[in-house]
């Protein structure tokens, strides 16, 4: 495989005047985004329903944090990179060049807003426009899968649609099955690294620490649960200060400048 497998997350944090919520303690709502081996991808409701029209009236969800639930055939099929942007949102995936068949994300739409999705296998693009209703729906969107949620500085508050930090490479960490990790970048040890977008590529054989990454003084940011055994890739946003990966005992630590 040729292909750079591109996984990637990135969610911000809004703030919004009051709207009509409804809160529930139930599970997130889904997006399902399905990949087929012909490099066709769909985005539907749980039930079916399409998310995202080419043409007349949007398709309208309510707003809120929604899982990103992504399915694909696996065995390295080469597969079309899945855009997904909006306020606030910025979501890209290939399914880390098709090596895997599932993969979990999250997004929190804002409350009566626009967003698009495309496939970059498609010239001209066909851009698929949804909106968000006034309601917002309140849950949870964690899973036992690669996690990326906001907070921590892993998400940027000037992320809105493309206007995305320059992307630098790929950022590897590995942890091994008793515990040791090491973390590389163009195949070194870091000590220093630029501000901008990185490719987290996150090789876990543990299967019961999880890995963390913490920014600064803020709180640490699961970047591969306790339960997770494998490789996957995301994408963060790294800014200036000191950051952590740590998995138990074990860290490792560079500066970000510039």
């Not at 809004?14 to 066709?40: I, N, W, Y």
């Not at 693009?125 to 921590?152: E, I, K, N, R």
Request: with cysteine.
């Amino acid at each position: 495989m040729t292909r750079l497998g591109l996984t990637a997350a990135l969610v911000t944090a809004l703030l919004a005047a009051p709207v009509a919520q409804s809160r529930t303690d139930a599970p997130a709502p889904v997006l399902d985004v399905t990949f087929s081996a012909t490099g066709a991808v769909t985005v539907t409701l749980p039930d079916g329903t399409p998310v995202g029209t080419t043409a007349g009236s949007p398709t309208v969800i309510p707003a809120g944090a929604y899982a990103i639930s992504a399915s694909g055939p696996g065995s390295c099929v080469i597969l079309p990179i899945f855009d997904l942007r909006g306020p606030g949102v910025a979501v890209q995936t290939d399914m880390n060049g098709g090596e895997n068949d599932a993969a979990t994300y999250t997004a929190s739409f804002a409350p009566s807003a626009t967003y698009t999705w495309r496939l970059d296998n498609v010239s001209p693009p066909v851009v698929h426009t949804f909106v968000t209703s006034g309601t917002v729906l309140t849950g949870s969107a964690t899973s036992g899968g690669p996690v990326t949620t906001s907070g921590g500085g892993l998400s940027s508050s000037d992320i809105v649609g493309s206007e995305l930090p320059p992307f630098r490479g790929r950022l590897q960490a590995t942890l091994g099955v008793k515990g040791a990790l090491t973390v590389s970048f163009a195949g070194k040890r870091p000590a220093k690294l630029r501000p901008g977008r990185y490719t987290l590529v996150v090789r876990d054989s543990s299967g019961t620490l999880g890995l963390t990454l913490r920014h600064g003084t803020h709180a640490p940011v699961l970047t591969s649960t306790a339960s997770f055994r494998g490789t996957h890739t995301e994408a963060i946003a790294l800014t200036a200060g000191r950051w952590t990966l740590a998995a138990g005992t074990a860290h490792a630590s560079f500066t970000v400048t510039g």
